[in-house]
Structure formats: structure tokens, C-alpha cells
């Protein structure tokens, strides 16, 4: 009688054994990141799955952009949400107020160890636009200007330390890229045919002028954006750089030794190292903050977050909330890895700690840390925003020639005006 | 009657063979972009033959892509929505032909207006249905709204019409009931209409990129034509993967067309019988 | 007494019940959707509130909206006759050889892109004038004209992409006019060929006017199929540059999808079909009474 008892236990405890080993909870993840970035994220996916029996993560990845943002919202309203996703905070004070983020308590994120305190002040800020926090900051990117070493030491562009010496003002700039004129036909490989990569140029160079895009309700105060504008239709037309061109060919023109410089986001950088690496780029190449042009010091960067969806007809579990917050708590703390996709990480330790301090190229543009500038808090600025769409539409073909300055950005205040 | 070779007609037949060449250009440029090596791919040094044909890219787009799995989807609900379209169309087309009924001609009408309703405005109004029937990233969902065919239905009609009303009154006579008739006469002598509309509405549905791209998002439930919008896992330059990934969602159905190039055509000519 | 036969009528009912099954299910569900939504203020998804014809009076006060239905009816413009007429003369092209390996050849030429999916369309075309590698920038460049970005010119969006449409769609063209130019009896080219007829008088008097049923289907169906544009636009030019490839449904797309105005998108596509539905009943009665002169 107490062997069968016993064995009865065994049995029991055998087959309880086996069904808590695979209760494994499955976070459904979505992102948008492709190319270089999508190669590292991809990999820290696989690195999670694999120290972590409880948990996995089935990730999908999404086109970046107008598609993924309504993908997002209209999978919320039918209840068939992802468990977690990446989200820009440029875009939190178009998203907010329209529900689609669920807000993490203080104590959930406490529960995974995740405080306020671990961020960069202005990232967590931005995360917590509309009195609660709706994002856990994962990186801050930039943008920053590729160069050919090889290009600009033979131009006579490099200094003794190896440092391209037309990033300090804008005399200096049009001189060096006079220089490489004399060189190649076209000096800067930059996407002027879209949208989103001429906002953040313009953007940049706005706030270097000290200028405002939006204040008080109006958009585009005073001149400054119309001078924004006619600095990088100037570029054009000197045919320092291509007119209309697409992303694609821009860092083709680049890859290829065509062009000697190119502005794009830090998120090419695993490009540019990945191809290095497998002696597919025919030179040496540089990264730094881009040229300063104007008194003030500005670059635009935006920033990437894990987020939650808010569905009111599926509202996430607890169970899967835990999982959910321990995914984001270990992507944090592993952010590290994530830098090597170029992005300056959240986690102010990481940033701190002497692995990041000695990374490559991301030590080349760290300065950017102190003259970062996001995009201003408002419902028509962010990814997929009027703002966006504006860019195309207006200032994109007013860079190509098409049309003055003074047009587009009449046309660009009269469209988000309206909206307003 | 033979015509004289004249100057002119090889003149004007020459021009033709130009003409069609240069239209099916684009076409060969991108399969032989396909074929080509990155490099030289943006060498400006280039040439309108590969110079080294070489078939990294799609290697590359195989082993990196989940194409094989988008491949599955297209081939299960294009097979889906042909079957079924063919299935319900049939039936509606003999019943507007053949029989006399309370409705026959709004029926008839609401046929031909659905044709001019834009579809892709209905998306959300779909989108949220599917939704609601739990359909959403499922082959269902993907197929159900697209079994509407008011072509074949009109189609079947027209050529029903042809079939002589001697066979249909003996078979009544012979006590048959019309599902026989449909069966047993109407069916078997419409073999090559239903294959070649089963071939064009084949086509279509492996081609539809608007509501499967709303409606799917789950990568692994993509369809081969949204699936090429999304692949962006190359870097660096990528133009050469970029034309292998077209090809290889062009390429089933262009062997299908090559093959079955006659009966794709008389279907396309037979819906010459509509009058609008 | 009654005319119907009431075991026929029940057979009738049996047969068509799934297709007006589906037919109510997604076809006119859906519209009746989209018709309520469009009276209400709601967000892409999910109910709001009745606000009756406001959604209708906003959008004939939305400059956006005017510009969309320009943009539209020049898409038209750009489409509808050069297509048939491209139609026709391929048709033409092609009849006229009788050596069926030849004319298959040619057909197959015309008709293959008329099978690919429209994303391996644009990205076909994308490539083919991408301005800094396209194929047809080299063309340019070696007939001494400067560069042009296609899409990002307001001058040449539209008709680039009118050109796209009507590369990829012209074949189903082409096959409706070699079938009808199969029905025109021979003879009448014989016999007019003893009277000494130019080719410019045969198609004036014997080609054209018997052609005219199939001129007139494909003027309709093309009609239709393009004032329903919106794949190419969303895929090759997203509405600019300015708005310029704007078109109704893309409008449609980006209040709905981007601005999350679901109702307001719903009024404009009932709009739409509006126009869909007169301007082809119009176009097929000012067709038709030209086929009985």
C-alpha cells in the first residue's frame, strides 16, 4: 500500500513536471526595423529565446512607417494586438491622446526593476507624455555624417587626428565640399528625394539657426525655416548633391566610392561595418556629429521604446504583462549590443560603463549626447505625421529646385495649419 | 488567301517585333538585374547582358526570407479562392440562364453594379467583419471576401445562353431535376470556359495586394505580393535581390501563363461577350 | 396564374443562394458599413457619434478633396484613350499575322506583364528609372537630357504612372480587340481590296465602326477600373510630389488609415461611387447612341 502510494506521488510529480516545462508564455513582438538594425535586434531576439525557458518571443517584423502605425491601430481595435512593440516617442503625442499605448504603472515597471532614474532625462520625459509612462526608452538615435576617409585625406580634409575639418560652420563646410567637387560629381550621397531623410537635415539645420518649427499654434515662424530650406537647395543646385534621389541610391552612392559623404541615421552604421567586414567597401570609413553649420550646436534625433498596445476588446493578461515587462527589463539591461546597430542606448548605465565609451565608431559621434534635439511635442510631428508627409510634399521638392523656398513653406504652414 | 510579301508588310511586321520588344524590356531588365553581382549591378560600366550570371541573390533571398512559407499562402488561398469562385458562380450563372425566377433581373442587375463599387474602399468595413467572424491572419480571412466574381457569373450566363434548349427539355422530359441538368450537360460542355476562367481568377487572387496587405499581419501569413513590399533584411546595395525577390513572385505565374498561354487567352476573349 | 413554376423557382433559389450569400455578406454589408459610417464621426474603428451630413458638406468644402477628384479625372485622361488606342493598334498589329508562332510571340510580349502582381510591377519601374542607376537615366544621359526623377516632379509623376498603368494593364485590351477583329468577316477587307481601298480606308469605314462594341466595352471597363485607382499611386508616389497623384482612394487611404478619420474617409468613398456609377451609365448611353448612326 505505501509503495503504490508512493509511486502514485511519483507519477503525479513526473507528470506535473513536464507541464509546468512548457508553460512557456509567448510574447508576440512587432517591430519595424529592417537592415542592419533588424540583422542586430533579430539577434538579441534569438539571444533572449535562448536563456529563457519561460519565455519566447515570436517576433515580426513590419514596414516602417504609415503601414506599421495603422497596422498597430486597427489590430488593437479588433482585439488582436501584438503583446509588445516598438513604437518612436517622437510619435507618443500623436498616439496618446488617441489611446492606442497602454500606460505602465510604476509599480509594474518596479516589479522588473525598471525606475525613472535608470533613463536619460529628456527620453523619459518624452516617454511619460501625458502624465503617465506609455514606453520603456530602449535607444536615442541621431544623425550623423558618413565619410570616406580615404576621399577626404586625399581632398586635404583631414586633420592630424584624423578629424574632417569642414564640420565647423557653414564657410567651412562649402569650401570642403568644393574641394571634393573638384573630385567626384557629387561630393554628398543624401536621399534628397525623401521626405523623412530632408526633415531630419532641415530639422537640424532649423535648430541651428536657433529657429522654431512650431510655436504657439503656428508653424514656421518668422524666416528661418525658408533659410533652412534654401541652405540645402543651395547644396543642390552647386551640385554638391544628386537632385531626387531615393534612399536606396543614396547609400549606393556612397557604398560604391561615388560619393564622399553621407548624411543619414546612426541606424546605417551596422551597414557600412557589416560590409567593411566582409571587404565589400572598397575604403575606410568615418562617422561623426554632422557639420555644424550656425552659432547653435543641433542634431535631430528621435528614439526608439517598447510599448504596449491598448485594446479595450483584448486587454493584455497579467501573465502575459509579466512576461511582457521582463522582456523589456532584459532588452535594457542587454542595450549594450544594441549600440553596435549604432544607437546611443537609453540606459544611462550602459552609456556610462567603459564597454560603451570604448565601442566603435559609436565613440566617434558620442558628443552628440550634449546638442541632440527632438522633434517638438505635438501631433503633427513624429513618424507618419503630417509633418512627414508635408516634408514630401512641399520642402522635399523645394530642395530639388522645383520650386522657392518661400513657396513650400507657405504651402507646408497653410497644410498643418490646417489640421491644427 | 495569301497575301504578297511586300516591302511594307516586312516593314511592318519588323516594326512590330520592335515594338513588342521594347515593351517587354522592362521585364528582361529586371531578370537580368536578377542574374547580375551587386557590384555589378552599379558598375557604370554596364552592360544590357550579366556579364557573370550568377544566382547569389536568389540564394540569398531563399535562405533569408521566409519566401517559402509566403509561397504556401499564395498557392492555399489563390487555390482556395479559385475553387470557390467557380463553385458559386456556376450554380448563379445557370440559375440567370436557364431559369425563370422572382428577381432574375435584379439579380442580374446587382451583378453587373457590383462591378463598378470600389473595392478598396470597402477595406475597413471588411476588415472590421473579418474581424469580428475571428478570421483575421488566416487563409479564410484572406479568401472569404474575394470568392465574388460578378465576371464569371456573367460569363457562365453568356455561354449557358449558347447551350441549345433542345438538350435541357428532353432532360426534363426524363423527369431530371435541374441540378442534374447543370451536372450532367451544362458542366461537361463548358470544360473550357471553366478552365480558363479558373486560370484568370487564379491569376487575380494570387495577384490582390491591397486586402491581404491590410488584413495580414503576421509576417508568416503574408502573401507572396505583400511580402516583396516588406523584405528589407539586405543592406548595403541590394537592387540585384531586390529584382530576384520580384522575379520569384512573378515567376509561378508567368510559367503558368507561358504554359497555358492559349486557354488564358480565350478566357480573357471570351468576356469580349459581355455587353456592358 | 402565376408564370412561374414553383419547384423551378425553389431549384433557382438553391442555386443562386451562395453567390447572393456572399454577395450580401461582402459585398453589400460592407456598403451598407461604409454608407452609415460615413454619417457619423467615427474613427477608422469602432462607432462614433451620428453627425448626419456633415462628413458630406466637410469634404465639398475640402480643397484636398477637389484636388483628389481632378487628380483622379486626369489619371483618366492619361489612361482611358491611349490605352484602348495602344489596345487597338496591337490588336491590329498582331491580327495581321497569320504565322501562330509569331503572333504568339507577340502576344506573349504585350500580355506577360499584364500577369505580374502591381508590387513587382512598381518595383520593376522603380528600378528602371531610379535616378541615380535606372536604365532609362543612361538613356537620357546619352541623348544629351538632364536627369529627371520621375516621381519626385510634379510634371512627370502623373504620367509615369499613367504610363506604368498602361504597360501593365494594356494586354487585357489587346486580347478584347484581336477577339473582336476575329469576328469582322474577311470578305468585306477582300472585297474592298478589288475596289482598291487604302489600309487608311479600310479601317475608316470597315475596321472601326465594326470594332466599335469592343471600342466602346473596353472605353467603359477602362473607365471604371481607373477612376478605382489606387495600388500604383500608394506604392510609387504616396500622393505627392504636392499632391499631384492624389487621387480619391488614396485620399480615402490617408484619412482614414493615417488621419484616423474613418467616417470621413467613408463619405468620400460614397462619393466615389457615385461617380463611378454616372459617369459610366453616362459613358455607356453617350456610346451607345453613337453606335446606332
Same mark, same amino acid.
Given at each position: 500500500?505505501?509503495?503504490?502510494?508512493?509511486?502514485?506521488?511519483?507519477?503525479?510529480?513526473?507528470?506535473?513536471?513536464?507541464?509546468?516545462?512548457?508553460?512557456?508564455?509567448?510574447?508576440?513582438?512587432?517591430?519595424?526595423?529592417?537592415?542592419?538594425?533588424?540583422?542586430?535586434?533579430?539577434?538579441? #531576439?534569438?539571444?533572449?529565446?535562448? /536563456?529563457?525557458?519561460?519565455?519566447?518571443?515570436?517576433?515580426?517584423?513590419?514596414?516602417?512607417?504609415?503601414?506599421?502605425?495603422?497596422?498597430?491601430?486597427? /489590430?488593437?481595435?479588433?482585439?488582436?494586438?501584438?503583446?509588445?512593440?516598438?513604437?518612436?516617442?517622437?510619435?507618443?503625442?500623436?498616439?496618446?491622446?488617441?489611446?492606442?499605448?497602454?500606460?505602465?504603472?510604476? @509599480?509594474?515597471?518596479?516589479?522588473?526593476?525598471?525606475?525613472?532614474?535608470?533613463?536619460?532625462?529628456?527620453?523619459?520625459?518624452?516617454?511619460?507624455?501625458?502624465?503617465?509612462?506609455?514606453?520603456?526608452?530602449?535607444?536615442?538615435?541621431?544623425?550623423?555624417?558618413?565619410?570616406?576617409?580615404?576621399?577626404?585625406?586625399?581632398?586635404?580634409?583631414?586633420?592630424?587626428?584624423?578629424?574632417?575639418?569642414?564640420?565647423?560652420?557653414?564657410?567651412?563646410?562649402?569650401?570642403?565640399?568644393?574641394?571634393?567637387?573638384?573630385?567626384?560629381?557629387?561630393? #554628398?550621397?543624401?536621399?534628397?528625394?525623401?521626405?523623412?531623410?530632408?526633415?531630419?537635415?532641415?530639422?537640424?539645420?532649423?535648430?541651428?539657426?536657433?529657429?522654431?518649427?512650431?510655436?504657439?499654434?503656428?508653424?514656421?515662424?518668422?524666416?528661418?525655416?525658408?533659410?533652412?530650406?534654401?541652405?540645402?537647395?543651395?547644396?543642390?543646385?552647386?551640385?554638391?548633391?544628386?537632385?531626387?534621389?531615393?534612399?536606396?541610391? @543614396?547609400?549606393?552612392?556612397?557604398?560604391?566610392?561615388?560619393?564622399?559623404?553621407?548624411?543619414?541615421?546612426?541606424?546605417?552604421?551596422?551597414?557600412?561595418?557589416?560590409?567593411?567586414?566582409?571587404?565589400?567597401?572598397?575604403?575606410?570609413?568615418?562617422?561623426?556629429?554632422?557639420?555644424?553649420?550656425?552659432?547653435?550646436?543641433?542634431?535631430?534625433?528621435?528614439?526608439?521604446?517598447?510599448?504596449?498596445?491598448?485594446?479595450?476588446?483584448?486587454?493584455?493578461?497579467?501573465?502575459?504583462?509579466?512576461?511582457?515587462?521582463?522582456?523589456?527589463?532584459?532588452?535594457?539591461?542587454?542595450?549594450?549590443?544594441?549600440?553596435?546597430?549604432?544607437?546611443?542606448? /537609453?540606459?544611462?548605465? #550602459?552609456?556610462?560603463?567603459?564597454?560603451?565609451?570604448?565601442?566603435?565608431?559609436?565613440?566617434?559621434?558620442?558628443?552628440?549626447?550634449?546638442?541632440?534635439?527632438?522633434?517638438?511635442?505635438?501631433?503633427?510631428?513624429?513618424?507618419? /505625421?503630417?509633418?512627414?508627409?508635408?516634408?514630401?510634399?512641399?520642402?522635399?521638392?523645394?530642395?530639388?529646385?522645383?520650386?522657392?523656398?518661400?513657396?513650400?513653406?507657405?504651402?507646408?504652414?497653410?497644410?498643418?495649419?490646417?489640421?491644427? | 488567301?495569301?497575301?504578297?510579301?511586300?516591302?511594307?508588310?516586312?516593314?511592318?511586321?519588323?516594326?512590330?517585333?520592335?515594338?513588342?520588344?521594347?515593351?517587354?524590356?522592362?521585364?528582361?531588365?529586371?531578370?537580368?538585374?536578377?542574374?547580375?553581382?551587386?557590384? %555589378?549591378?552599379?558598375?557604370?560600366?554596364?552592360?544590357?547582358?550579366?556579364?557573370?550570371?550568377?544566382?547569389?541573390?536568389?540564394?540569398?533571398?531563399?535562405?533569408?526570407?521566409?519566401?517559402?512559407?509566403?509561397? +504556401?499562402?499564395?498557392?492555399?488561398?489563390?487555390?482556395?479562392?479559385?475553387?470557390?469562385?467557380?463553385?458559386?458562380?456556376?450554380?448563379?450563372?445557370?440559375?440567370?440562364?436557364?431559369?425563370?425566377?422572382?428577381?432574375?433581373?435584379?439579380?442580374?442587375?446587382? +451583378?453587373?453594379?457590383?462591378?463598378?463599387?470600389?473595392?478598396?474602399?470597402?477595406?475597413?468595413?471588411?476588415?472590421?467583419?473579418?474581424?469580428?467572424?475571428?478570421?483575421?491572419?488566416?487563409?479564410?480571412?484572406?479568401?472569404?471576401?474575394?470568392?465574388?466574381?460578378? +465576371?464569371?457569373?456573367?460569363?457562365?450566363?453568356?455561354?449557358?445562353?449558347?447551350?441549345?434548349? %433542345?438538350?435541357? %427539355?428532353?432532360?426534363?422530359?426524363?423527369?431530371?431535376? %435541374?441540378?442534374?441538368?447543370?451536372?450532367?450537360?451544362?458542366?461537361?460542355?463548358?470544360?473550357?470556359?471553366?478552365?480558363?476562367?479558373?486560370?484568370?481568377?487564379?491569376?487575380?487572387?494570387?495577384?490582390?495586394?491591397?486586402?491581404?496587405?491590410?488584413?495580414?499581419?503576421?509576417?508568416?501569413?503574408?502573401?507572396?505580393?505583400?511580402?516583396?513590399?516588406?523584405?528589407?533584411?539586405?543592406?548595403?546595395?541590394?537592387?540585384?535581390?531586390?529584382?530576384?525577390?520580384?522575379?520569384?513572385?512573378?515567376?509561378?505565374?508567368?510559367?503558368?501563363?507561358?504554359?497555358?498561354?492559349?486557354? +488564358?487567352?480565350?478566357?480573357?476573349?471570351?468576356?469580349?461577350?459581355?455587353?456592358? | 396564374?402565376?408564370?412561374?413554376?414553383?419547384?423551378?423557382?425553389?431549384?433557382?433559389?438553391?442555386?443562386?443562394?451562395?453567390?447572393?450569400?456572399?454577395?450580401?455578406?461582402?459585398?453589400?454589408?460592407?456598403?451598407?458599413?461604409?454608407?452609415?459610417?460615413?454619417?457619423?464621426?467615427?474613427?477608422?474603428?469602432?462607432?462614433?457619434?451620428?453627425?448626419?451630413?456633415?462628413?458630406?458638406?466637410?469634404?465639398?468644402?475640402?480643397?484636398?478633396?477637389?484636388?483628389?477628384?481632378?487628380?483622379?479625372?486626369? *489619371?483618366?485622361?492619361?489612361?482611358?484613350?491611349?490605352?484602348?488606342?495602344?489596345?487597338?493598334?496591337?490588336?491590329?498589329?498582331?491580327?495581321?499575322?497569320?504565322?501562330?508562332?509569331?503572333?504568339?510571340?507577340?502576344?506573349?510580349?504585350?500580355?506577360?506583364?499584364?500577369?505580374?502582381?502591381?508590387?513587382?510591377?512598381?518595383?520593376?519601374?522603380?528600378?528602371?528609372?531610379?535616378?541615380?542607376?535606372?536604365?532609362? $537615366?543612361?538613356?537620357?544621359?546619352?541623348?544629351?537630357?538632364?536627369?529627371?526623377?520621375? *516621381?519626385?516632379?510634379?510634371?512627370?509623376?502623373?504620367?509615369?504612372?499613367?504610363?506604368?498603368?498602361?504597360?501593365?494593364?494594356?494586354? *487585357?485590351?489587346?486580347?478584347?480587340?484581336?477577339?473582336?477583329?476575329?469576328?469582322?468577316?474577311?470578305?468585306?477587307?477582300?472585297?474592298?481590296?478589288?475596289?482598291?481601298?487604302?489600309?487608311?480606308? $479600310?479601317?475608316?469605314?470597315?475596321?472601326?465602326?465594326?470594332?466599335?462594341?469592343?471600342?466602346?466595352?473596353?472605353?467603359?471597363?477602362?473607365?471604371?477600373?481607373?477612376?478605382?485607382?489606387?495600388? $500604383?499611386?500608394?506604392?510609387?508616389?504616396?500622393?505627392?510630389?504636392?499632391?499631384?497623384?492624389?487621387?480619391?482612394? $488614396?485620399?480615402?487611404?490617408?484619412?482614414? *488609415?493615417?488621419?484616423?478619420?474613418?467616417?470621413?474617409?467613408?463619405?468620400?468613398?460614397?462619393?466615389?461611387?457615385?461617380?463611378?456609377?454616372?459617369?459610366?451609365?453616362?459613358?455607356?448611353?453617350?456610346?451607345?447612341?453613337?453606335?446606332?448612326?
Amino acid at each position: 500500500m505505501k509503495k503504490n502510494l508512493i509511486s502514485f506521488f511519483c507519477g503525479l510529480f513526473l507528470y506535473m513536471i513536464p507541464v509546468s516545462a512548457f508553460a512557456v508564455t509567448e510574447v508576440i513582438w512587432w517591430d519595424f526595423l529592417g537592415g542592419g538594425d533588424g540583422v542586430r535586434m533579430k539577434k538579441l #531576439i534569438d539571444n533572449f529565446n535562448s /536563456s529563457h525557458d519561460d519565455i519566447q518571443i515570436n517576433a515580426t517584423t513590419l514596414e516602417w512607417g504609415v503601414p506599421f502605425y495603422t497596422k498597430v491601430q486597427t /489590430s488593437a481595435a479588433i482585439g488582436e494586438q501584438p503583446d509588445m512593440m516598438t513604437y518612436h516617442l517622437s510619435r507618443f503625442p500623436l498616439a496618446v491622446p488617441t489611446g492606442v499605448l497602454r500606460p505602465i504603472s510604476e @509599480a509594474e515597471l518596479a516589479s522588473v526593476g525598471i525606475s525613472g532614474d535608470r533613463f536619460f532625462p529628456a527620453n523619459w520625459e518624452a516617454a511619460n507624455f501625458g502624465g503617465a509612462t506609455h514606453g520603456v526608452p530602449l535607444d536615442v538615435h541621431a544623425n550623423v555624417m558618413y565619410f570616406n576617409s580615404d576621399m577626404l585625406a586625399e581632398a586635404g580634409l583631414l586633420d592630424e587626428n584624423g578629424d574632417p575639418t569642414l564640420l565647423d560652420g557653414l564657410d567651412n563646410f562649402m569650401a570642403g565640399l568644393e574641394k571634393l567637387d573638384a573630385m567626384v560629381e557629387y561630393p #554628398i550621397g543624401f536621399a534628397t528625394g525623401n521626405g523623412g531623410m530632408v526633415w531630419r537635415w532641415w530639422y537640424s539645420i532649423l535648430r541651428m539657426m536657433d529657429g522654431e518649427y512650431l510655436v504657439d499654434g503656428k508653424v514656421c515662424p518668422g524666416d528661418k525655416c525658408e533659410r533652412a530650406t534654401q541652405v540645402l537647395s543651395n547644396l543642390v543646385e552647386k551640385g554638391y548633391m544628386p537632385s531626387e534621389t531615393d534612399y536606396g541610391s @543614396a547609400k549606393a552612392m556612397f557604398a560604391s566610392g561615388q560619393s564622399a559623404i553621407h548624411i543619414n541615421g546612426v541606424w546605417e552604421v551596422p551597414t557600412w561595418v557589416d560590409l567593411r567586414a566582409n571587404n565589400e567597401l572598397g575604403f575606410k570609413f568615418g562617422v561623426r556629429d554632422m557639420p555644424q553649420l550656425f552659432e547653435t550646436e543641433a542634431t535631430w534625433a528621435d528614439s526608439h521604446a517598447f510599448a504596449i498596445p491598448h485594446s479595450d476588446k483584448n486587454p493584455i493578461s497579467d501573465e502575459k504583462l509579466k512576461a511582457v515587462l521582463t522582456v523589456m527589463s532584459w532588452m535594457s539591461d542587454n542595450s549594450l549590443f544594441w549600440a553596435t546597430a549604432g544607437h546611443i542606448p /537609453s540606459n544611462k548605465n #550602459i552609456v556610462n560603463s567603459v564597454f560603451y565609451n570604448n565601442m566603435e565608431p559609436n565613440a566617434d559621434y558620442a558628443n552628440i549626447g550634449s546638442n541632440m534635439v527632438t522633434e517638438p511635442f505635438s501631433p503633427l510631428t513624429g513618424v507618419a /505625421s503630417p509633418t512627414y508627409d508635408a516634408m514630401q510634399n512641399y520642402i522635399m521638392p523645394a530642395v530639388n529646385g522645383q520650386l522657392s523656398a518661400d513657396e513650400a513653406v507657405q504651402m507646408l504652414r497653410d497644410d498643418l495649419e490646417s489640421l491644427m | 488567301m495569301k497575301k504578297n510579301i511586300t516591302i511594307s508588310w516586312i516593314l511592318l511586321t519588323l516594326l512590330s517585333i520592335i515594338f513588342a520588344l521594347i515593351f517587354i524590356f522592362p521585364l528582361y531588365w529586371a531578370l537580368a538585374t536578377s542574374f547580375k553581382a551587386e557590384t %555589378e549591378v552599379i558598375d557604370p560600366n554596364w552592360s544590357i547582358f550579366p556579364k557573370a550570371i550568377t544566382i547569389a541573390s536568389y540564394i540569398d533571398v531563399i535562405l533569408r526570407s521566409q519566401i517559402t512559407t509566403w509561397y +504556401v499562402n499564395s498557392i492555399m488561398t489563390s487555390f482556395g479562392i479559385t475553387i470557390l469562385v467557380i463553385l458559386i458562380s456556376m450554380p448563379c450563372g445557370y440559375a440567370l440562364s436557364q431559369l425563370n425566377f422572382p428577381g432574375r433581373n435584379i439579380l442580374f442587375f446587382a +451583378v453587373l453594379a457590383s462591378i463598378m463599387v470600389p473595392g478598396t474602399a470597402l477595406v475597413i468595413a471588411l476588415f472590421v467583419l473579418i474581424a469580428d467572424m475571428n478570421l483575421i491572419n488566416t487563409w479564410s480571412g484572406i479568401i472569404l471576401p474575394q470568392i465574388l466574381s460578378p +465576371v464569371c457569373v456573367i460569363v457562365y450566363k453568356q455561354f449557358f445562353d449558347q447551350v441549345p434548349k %433542345e438538350l435541357r %427539355e428532353a432532360s426534363l422530359i426524363d423527369g431530371a431535376s %435541374e441540378f442534374q441538368i447543370l451536372f450532367n450537360i451544362y458542366i461537361p460542355l463548358n470544360w473550357g470556359i471553366t478552365t480558363a476562367l479558373a486560370l484568370v481568377t487564379f491569376i487575380a487572387a494570387w495577384n490582390n495586394f491591397f486586402w491581404p496587405f491590410i488584413m495580414t499581419t503576421q509576417q508568416d501569413m503574408f502573401t507572396v505580393p505583400v511580402a516583396i513590399t516588406s523584405v528589407d533584411d539586405a543592406f548595403g546595395i541590394f537592387y540585384a535581390r531586390e529584382m530576384a525577390v520580384a522575379m520569384l513572385a512573378a515567376g509561378p505565374i508567368a510559367l503558368i501563363y507561358l504554359i497555358f498561354q492559349k486557354k +488564358v487567352t480565350e478566357a480573357i476573349m471570351m468576356t469580349s461577350g459581355i455587353k456592358g | 396564374m402565376s408564370k412561374y413554376k414553383k419547384n423551378i423557382v425553389i431549384s433557382a433559389y438553391i442555386l443562386i443562394f451562395p453567390f447572393v450569400l456572399i454577395y450580401c455578406l461582402f459585398l453589400l454589408y460592407p456598403t451598407l458599413y461604409t454608407l452609415l459610417f460615413s454619417f457619423t464621426n467615427s474613427p477608422l474603428i469602432g462607432w462614433g457619434d451620428w453627425v448626419g451630413l456633415e462628413n458630406y458638406i466637410k469634404l465639398w468644402n475640402d480643397k484636398f478633396f477637389w484636388k483628389s477628384l481632378k487628380n483622379t479625372f486626369v *489619371f483618366v485622361f492619361w489612361t482611358v484613350i491611349p490605352n484602348t488606342i495602344i489596345g487597338l493598334m496591337c490588336a491590329m498589329m498582331i491580327s495581321r499575322i497569320k504565322n501562330f508562332l509569331l503572333s504568339g510571340a507577340l502576344l506573349a510580349c504585350f500580355f506577360l506583364p499584364h500577369i505580374l502582381p502591381v508590387t513587382v510591377v512598381t518595383e520593376i519601374w522603380q528600378w528602371m528609372v531610379s535616378k541615380q542607376f535606372g536604365i532609362i $537615366q543612361e538613356g537620357l544621359d546619352y541623348l544629351g537630357f538632364k536627369r529627371i526623377g520621375f *516621381f519626385s516632379q510634379r510634371a512627370w509623376a502623373m504620367p509615369m504612372v499613367a504610363l506604368i498603368t498602361i504597360w501593365w494593364t494594356v494586354g *487585357f485590351n489587346i486580347l478584347l480587340f484581336i477577339a473582336g477583329l476575329k469576328n469582322i468577316n474577311p470578305e468585306l477587307y477582300e472585297a474592298s481590296d478589288i475596289e482598291g481601298a487604302s489600309a487608311l480606308q $479600310q479601317f475608316k469605314f470597315i475596321t472601326w465602326p465594326l470594332i466599335w462594341p469592343i471600342t466602346a466595352l473596353v472605353l467603359t471597363l477602362q473607365l471604371i477600373f481607373q477612376l478605382k485607382i489606387f495600388d $500604383q499611386m500608394y506604392l510609387l508616389t504616396g500622393g505627392g510630389p504636392f499632391n499631384s497623384t492624389l487621387v480619391v482612394l $488614396q485620399l480615402v487611404y490617408k484619412q482614414g *488609415f493615417q488621419l484616423n478619420r474613418g467616417g470621413y474617409a467613408s463619405a468620400i468613398a460614397m462619393v466615389l461611387f457615385v461617380i463611378i456609377i454616372i459617369a459610366s451609365v453616362l459613358q455607356y448611353q453617350v456610346l451607345k447612341s453613337k453606335d446606332r448612326d
